[in-house]
């Protein structure tokens, strides 16, 4: 069974999805950094591959991805960091990342790579459903990798729901249509929540922009399976031991 799918199974809610930029702080931080993540708490990891053009991302996670393409980080250095990951971390991990540094690298060979490695799914916010469809929906299921959409409070009903039906693993339901680590309101972003839930959808939901710590953590987990934290963990370990800040960072979400 797919580690994504037997996740959900086990675990309903409260599920903690902790983002993470590849190369950061330090280029050779990566499996530092999800060890850290798994030992406190993380039930999935998701991997952020550093871009110069990251249209989703907020200041903070932009500027990790500048400090880690500086050190030195690629795709290619990334699968090398990768190769022998799962004797470490058995969590789910998923890559996020943009479309054209992807393509620079061929799409199917990054696909095959993946998979090669273990990782369990992508998220790439830039590939429209129609393009998904008809050039990589197919080249991603040959890899048996989870395809991971995002959906907003200004999503139509009609695409969550094809949203939806084309994702495997779950759906994440950006919290408002603004960038990462922007603050909000959770009282106005409950409605959407629940609307989500009402709908019914086959795939599980995790919430994710503006969860920073245990009040909006919670919040996001009344009516969705679980949450996605970001911008707030990558401050905490920019200036500190990662371990030491992981620790304390995650026993403030959870405990």
Do not use: H, W
């Not at 830039?126 to 998904?132: A, L, M």
């Not at 759906?171 to 603004?178: G, M, N």
């Not at 603050?183 to 995790?206: G, H, T, W």
């Amino acid at each position: 069974m797919k580690r994504i799918k037997e996740l959900f199974q086990k675990k309903q809610n409260g599920i903690l999805n902790v983002y993470c930029t590849a190369g950061y702080p330090q280029l050779e931080s990566t499996i530092e950094v999800m060890k850290c993540l798994q030992a406190n708490g993380a039930d999935l990891i998701e991997l952020g591959m550093p871009y110069s053009d990251p249209l989703a991302d907020g200041p903070v996670i932009q500027a990790s991805g500048t400090k880690a393409l500086q050190n030195g980080m690629t795709i290619s250095k990334l699968f090398e960091q990768l190769k022998n990951f799962r004797d470490d971390i058995k969590v789910p991990v998923i890559l996020m990342g943009y479309l054209n540094p992807l393509l620079q690298y061929g799409f199917e060979e990054f696909c095959a790579r993946a998979s090669e490695v273990e990782i369990d799914g992508l998220i790439i916010p830039d590939i429209p459903i129609y393009e998904y469809e008809n050039e990589y929906k197919a080249i991603i299921q040959k890899y048996n990798l989870d395809f991971i959409f995002l959906v907003t409070p200004e999503t139509s009903e009609k695409r969550i729901k094809k949203l939806d039906e084309l994702s495997s693993g779950f759906l994440y339901a950006v919290s408002s249509s603004s960038i990462t680590g922007s603050d909000k309101d959770f009282s106005a972003v409950e409605n959407y929540l629940k609307r989500l839930k009402e709908m019914n959808l086959q795939n599980p939901i995790l919430v994710g922009f503006g969860i920073k710590d245990r009040t909006t953590f919670q919040a996001a987990c009344k009516y969705a399976n679980g949450a996605i934290i970001g911008s707030a963990y990558i401050k905490a370990i920019e200036k500190s031991d990662t371990e030491e800040a992981t620790k304390k960072f995650l026993e403030g979400i959870l405990k």
